[in-house]
Each structure stands twice: as C-alpha cells, then as structure tokens.
C-alpha cells in the first residue's frame, strides 16, 4: 500500500474514533481526586532542553515547543517527575560521562532557580516530603536512559546513585557491551549478547545493592526476562505499553505484564502515538524513508554550505512529518492503561508519558497540564478512587519502597571478602 493511501486510512480512522472518544471534560469530582493524588511521571526528557537549549521551567511555552513548564505542572498536579539523563549514543560516543553529568547539573540547576515550586528527591519519603502541606513543590527524580552510559564501569554507576540517580534503563535503543536492546535486534552487525552478558547480571545486582530501580523499558525480550530473574528488587518499565494492544518491540506482551506482576513491579505506560496505537506505528513506519530523506536533503544542504547540520532543525523536520499523521483517540492511550491493569493488576500500573522525548501524543494530550483527564476517564471505567491513586503515583511509591528496603538489606549482609 502506498504511504498517501495508509496515511487516508488512518485518517479516516482516527477521525472516526476521535468523534466517539474524544479527551473528557474533567468533572469537579474528578479534579478533586486528581489534586488528592501524588501524581508521579517516571519519564521526561526536559534535560536535554535545559542543556542544549537553554530552557528555563519558569518559561511557559507553547504546546508544540515542550510539554514541560512550571506552569503546566502545576496545573496538571504532576507531584513527581523523574528527568531522563539521556546520552546520545553516536553524538557522544567517548563522552558518555560528561554529557550525563551535564544533564545531571541542568536538573539541579533548575531546582536552584526555583526552590519555591521545585525540590530535588532522592526517595519515596522525600516525594511524600515535597507534596506535604499547603506549598506543594514538584519533587524531580533522576533516571538514566541507557546502560552504555556507565562505561560499563560500575563505579561510575555507584556515583550516578550518589548524585541522586535513582533508576537505570538497562539499554536505550543500542545494545551495549553487557545487555541486549530491542532496537537493534535485526541489525546483523551489532553483536548481540542472548539478554544479559555476566557483567550484566553483576550491574542489575549492584543496581539492588544500591537501592536503584531496574528499568527493562527499551530491553529486548531476552534481556527483560534475564533482568527478572536476577533482580532481587521489583522492577519498573518506565515508559513502555502493551503489546498485545501496539505490536512495538518497546512494549510488553501479557506474559512479560504477569512476570513484572509476580515479580512485584510496575509498568509505566508511554503516551508516544506509535507505542498506543497501532494504526499510527504502521502509518509511522510506512513513512520513515521519507523523513530519512527530509533530514539528510538537510545535511547535505549544510555540509554544501559550510555550516554544521543543527540536531534541532533536523529534529523539528522529523517532527513536521510526523505531525501529517493523525493523532489517534485519546482512548487508545486509556486502554493500555486499563489493559496492564487487567492482565497485570491494578496494582502494577502507572504513568512514564516520555515528556519532551516524543514527537506525537494521543489527541487531547498536549502536556503535562492534561493530566487530570485520565483521572476523569479511569473514572468513566469504573476504577474506584483508590484504585485511581495508585495508578497516578502509588504503585510508584510503593516499589519505590521496596526496592529501598531490599537495598537496606542487601547492604546490611557482610561483604564479600569479609569475615
């Protein structure tokens, strides 16, 4: 089929869906509930904002420029974001390091500027902490986006604890020198590992010891199913869907949804278009040779002038072709929701959107401002409040917790080597 057909076809769909399930109008009785939450994001991107284009949180900026301000946070009750340290593979290949300590200190910086609405967090008390009493502050968590990014060295990686990193995607996209990712899986010269190499195992081991949340989102199956079996903590998937709903790789099939169940942990669902509907991924997929193409007429543009290729002019073209795709309904993004509900239980369930990372969101979701929505449609399916509490933040908290608890114990056993 050709892409203007496909993309005729999920238009026509999503204008069809879209007139049937349309963003609710959020009641008082349900913003009440949503403002009674500790509301809790595991994903966003912003750093990479702070960074590289001098982004300010106290600067309210427009929908299609970012998804995360002060402003829009207050708005949508987020009571707890954690900030991706994410580092580019290829761009900062040998500096894997010091770009992440750059973004590190963004986030910092950002708590610097505005100590009245913002507070860095380091454990599920201080989250508590931060939204008690009547100046409720964002409590901002770090999370690092891709193993590679410890040099595969793990006292790099008992630093980013030290300085408040307090999960680790095991692999981004790329498959690193000790765990596989779903990335690169068809790609015949990345040599792969079957999951989790030894050294792998050790750095998920450490990661308990440390009181750090293992994050399995972007992993390939077999590094997910070797980090369940090792882990002796609950685990997360921070920004990941269910497969069963989007056949995307970077999501969960039922079985994998049972296994984090069993396993005590919590799934994250991602707001991305392409991981809740599987109507935009084909369209999404069908078009990419054509953005590839976009992109490179603009590099080779620069390089026959002279001038380097700017990462977010390329990044704002990719955006301009992925925006003549329609957005899906604001359903699809509840019926993952409510799918990990069913499959892994209520209790196993919660937010990681990937704010500021993604270049489509399900329609009548523009930013972290349109949060109580989804209180308002878990509440047309009939989730109780409680239920409704620990999909926005409490089963967060609650592995929080537990895996706090297992690293007290794993450090309280005698040290290996010691008598």
């Known amino acids: 089929m050709k892409i203007s057909r496909l993309l005729f076809a999920v238009a026509a769909l999503s204008v069809c869906a879209a007139a049937q399930t349309s963003a609710p109008v959020v009641s008082p009785q349900a913003r009440r509930l ?61 500096r894997y390091v010091p770009r992440a300590l750059d973004l590190i200190d963004s986030v910092y910086e950002q708590a610097r ?13 201080d989250i508590e902490r931060a939204r008690s009493g ?28 030290r300085l408040g990193v307090r999960y680790m995607t095991l692999t981004w996209m790329n498959t690193n020198e000790w765990a596989d990712s779903s990335g690169d899986l068809d790609n015949p010269n990345i040599q792969h590992h079957d999951g989790l190499t030894p050294f792998g195992k050790q750095v998920v081991g450490e990661m308990n010891r ?38 995307h790789p970077r999501n969960l099939t039922d079985e994998m949804l049972k296994a984090v169940a069993k396993n005590g942990g919590v799934v994250m669902v991602n707001f991305y278009s392409a991981f809740v509907d599987d109507h935009f991924r084909q369209a999404y997929a069908a078009q990419e040779p054509q953005r590839n193409a976009a992109i490179q007429a603009y590099r080779d543009k620069m390089k026959a002038e002279g001038k380097p290729a700017s990462y977010a002019e390329g990044a704002r073209i990719w955006k301009e072709w992925t925006a003549r795709i329609p957005r899906p309904p604001f359903s699809a993004l509840i019926d993952h929701i409510d799918h990990v509900a069913k499959v892994a239980g209520v209790d196993h369930v919660g937010l990681g959107a990937d704010w500021d990372g993604i270049d489509s969101l399900p329609q009548g979701v523009d930013s972290v401002a349109d949060l109580p929505k989804i209180t308002q449609a878990l509440l047309d399916r009939g989730y109780k409040p409680e239920q409704i509490r620990k999909i926005l933040g409490g089963n967060l908290l609650r592995v929080f917790r537990q895996v706090e608890q297992e690293s007290r114990q794993l450090q309280a056993q005698p040290a290996a080597g010691s008598e």
Do not use: C
């Open 34 to 94: 949503h403002d009674s939450a500790i509301v809790i994001d595991t994903h966003a991107d912003t750093p990479d904002r702070f960074v590289d284009e001098n982004f300010d949180l106290s600067t309210v900026t427009p929908i299609d420029k970012g998804h995360v301000d002060l402003e829009k946070v207050r708005a949508g009750n987020l009571g707890a974001e954690f900030f991706a340290v994410w580092v580019s593979p290829d761009k900062y290949k040998g």
């Open 113 to 125: 500027r505005h100590p009245g609405q913002m507070v860095m967090a380091y454990s599920a008390e």
């Open 134 to 161: 009547p100046n409720k502050k964002l409590a901002a968590l770090l999370g690092l986006e891709g193993g590679h990014a410890i040099d595969n060295d793990l006292r790099v990686l008992r630093d980013y604890y």
């Open 210 to 247: 440390l009181g750090m949340m293992v994050d399995v989102s972007h992993v390939s199956d077999k590094t997910f199913w070797d980090a369940i079996a090792v882990s002796k903590a609950p685990i997360i998937a921070s920004h990941s869907g269910a497969r069963a709903l989007t056949t």
